[in-house]
């Protein structure tokens, strides 16, 4: 710890293992994507911790390392991957299923894809409707599933020699959840896992395996997994980083560009209307009225805190905001996203935006896993627990502390992120404020 760090971080010594629950689509494109890198195939693009900067002090100073070198990260080189599906396919034969990828890049990382073999998944069909598969654990209840994936958990540390562990989930979305009794405390929650309560969904489970071995999770999915009372009171105890939820990808990524632009101008909106078709397995999921729901709530939410409807009445009370999401198989993992939105200027006349997004869904969300394993690994050797707001950017619906509205402004939470990342290493933050190059 030099004299001008704010907190002491331990060195990023040894291996990292990512523990990944759901290896589908965008666990497998991930994990290609990092063995491909490894071996000068590819470019980790759309990941801030192998290719942004960071500005450090004034601008006259001309002081931007890259993050990856301003702060102590784990090597792509000592990262080691398992996980657990429903399906029995190794990661090599997921991905080809997935269709995300070349088969030719898949071929030339296959011996390492090759060799991730899923573990058996817990999994509930009252909380994921719509697919299933023979890979899954049989138990007395869910204590003893939980039981079951924390001996997982253990076993992948040993057999692989970690000296860390990251958890991350990147399954399916579950039905629409809020919280219960059986989520207020650490107490209930357990006496719930041992009375097979129908309110602990599989998310919770893994969340809660992670937790009491050790591991920092983080949630790529709406589902409310760590966000109960029980399963944070759990982080604290266990001094262990959480994050989430939904990773944030296309449409809503788009969203968070634009409405602080529309806002930053005062700018009206009467209404913005969104539909997505997709053809994964994700959107086989979404089909299901349930599922649907859990999505559409944090999709739903952006607008509402960006725009402040409360403080600009006049421009955003009565906007009309509609998500729709379509499965359509032939599309597969190339989604496209179309968003029409009707806005109104000086003296109240109207205007139009309509933007056609073809992104691809998986390609979005692999380099978001690989900054938030990294990430939080960080917050774990520098000591930091519970909830990490300052990796809100990466998500749709970031978590908070009780009664506090999350930030969705894209540009406000990545000032967050770094200033974050300067307060730990004792650099000044940085304010644009910017006075002090005119006195």
């Known amino acids: 710890m030099s004299q001008k760090d704010n907190v002491r971080i331990a060195p990023a010594e040894g291996k990292l293992g990512l523990l990944i629950p759901g290896l589908g689509a965008v666990a497998t494109t991930f994990i290609a994507g990092v063995e491909a890198v490894k071996r000068g195939l590819a470019a980790p693009i759309g990941s801030l911790t192998q290719l942004a900067t960071i500005r450090l002090g004034k601008r006259t100073e001309g002081r931007s390392p890259y993050i990856r070198d301003f702060v102590p990260l784990a090597s792509l080189n000592d990262l080691v991957f398992g996980g657990w599906d429903i399906y029995e396919d190794n990661a090599y034969q997921a991905a080809l299923h997935a269709q995300v990828l070349e088969r030719g890049l898949i071929d030339e990382v296959r011996a390492p894809l090759e060799?991730?073999?899923p573990m058996q998944a817990v999994f509930d069909p009252d909380y994921v409707r719509r697919i299933n598969g023979p890979n899954v654990k049989r138990g007395r209840n869910k204590m003893d599933k939980a039981q079951q994936l924390m001996a997982d958990i253990d076993q992948f540390r040993r057999s692989n020699g970690c000296d860390r562990l990251v958890m991350i989930w990147c399954g399916s979305t579950e039905v629409h959840h809020k919280p219960a009794a059986v989520h207020q405390n650490v107490r209930a929650f357990e006496e719930g896992l041992c009375q097979d309560d129908p309110e602990i969904a599989p998310s919770q489970m893994y969340a809660y395996a992670a937790l009491k071995s050790g591991v920092p999770f983080a949630n790529g999915a709406p589902n409310l997994t760590t966000d109960v009372p029980a399963l944070l009171e759990l982080a604290r105890e266990n001094q262990l980083p959480i994050c989430g939820k939904d990773f944030k990808t296309g449409q809503t990524f788009m969203k968070t560009l634009i409405a602080p632009g529309l806002k930053s101008r005062m700018l009206g909106v009467h209404g913005w209307f969104s539909t997505n078709i997709l053809g994964n397995r994700d959107g086989e999921v979404l089909e299901d009225p349930g599922s649907f729901k859990t999505k559409e709530e944090t999709k739903l939410s952006v607008l509402d805190q960006?725009?402040?409807?409360?403080l600009y009445p006049n421009l955003y009370k009565d906007l009309y905001h509609c998500v729709r999401i379509?499965?359509?198989?032939?599309?597969?993992?190339?989604?496209?996203?179309?968003?029409n939105i009707d806005i109104f200027g000086w003296l109240g006349y109207p205007m139009q935006i309509k933007i056609d997004f073809l992104c691809r869904d998986s390609i979005l969300a692999a380099p978001l896993v690989l900054d938030l394993v990294l990430f939080l690994d960080l917050a774990q050797r520098a000591g930091m627990k519970g909830i990490q707001e300052w990796l809100s950017f990466y998500f749709k619906a970031p978590m908070t502390a009780a009664g506090l509205y999350p930030e969705h402004d894209i540009f406000i939470q990545l000032m967050k992120l770094k200033n974050t990342l300067r307060w730990m290493r004792g650099e000044d933050l940085i304010t644009h404020l910017g006075l002090e190059y005119y006195d």
Do not use: S
């Open 115 to 117: 060799a991730i073999q």
């Open 306 to 310: 960006i725009l402040q409807p409360e």
């Open 326 to 339: 379509n499965y359509y198989p032939p599309r597969g993992d190339a989604k496209e996203g179309w968003d």
